[in-house]
Nanobody, 124 residues
């Protein structure tokens, strides 16, 4: 099971980025996929999660209305569209897989398979 996040970069506050999570060695459509981020000196936090069927999506409060998670199972890829980016969104973003979205205290948590991250930097 391999996951790879991509699409990060440097953007000004108010800008947008779309992250992609591509899978190799397995079919993403059997799994819920979550996006997590870790800023320097901070703990990793769950940002968003989408169920395998796309019927359920979850967002941490700080990104609601700005981020949208989606999936294209035909392309074996999950996306995180990030709009109205803020400097506090700066972090390394990771995608992860599990059979279901696990949400603890309003945040995605407890995924089983993790990919390498992609850096997102938002300048003020």
């Amino acid at each position: 099971v391999q996951l790879q996040a991509s699409g990060g970069g440097l953007v000004q506050a108010g800008g947008s980025l779309r992250l992609s999570c591509a899978a190799s060695g397995f079919y993403l459509d059997y799994y819920a996929i979550g996006w997590f981020r870790q800023a320097p000196g901070k703990e990793r936090e769950g940002v968003s999660c989408i169920s395998s069927s796309s019927s359920s999506t979850y967002y941490v409060d700080s990104v609601k209305g700005r981020f949208t998670i989606s999936r294209d199972n035909a392309k074996n890829t999950v996306y995180l569209q990030m709009n109205s980016l803020k400097p506090e969104d700066t972090a390394v973003y990771y995608c992860a897989a599990s059979l279901i979205c696990k949400v603890v205290a309003g945040r995605p948590d407890g995924m089983d398979y993790w990919g390498k991250g992609t850096q997102v930097t938002v300048s003020s």
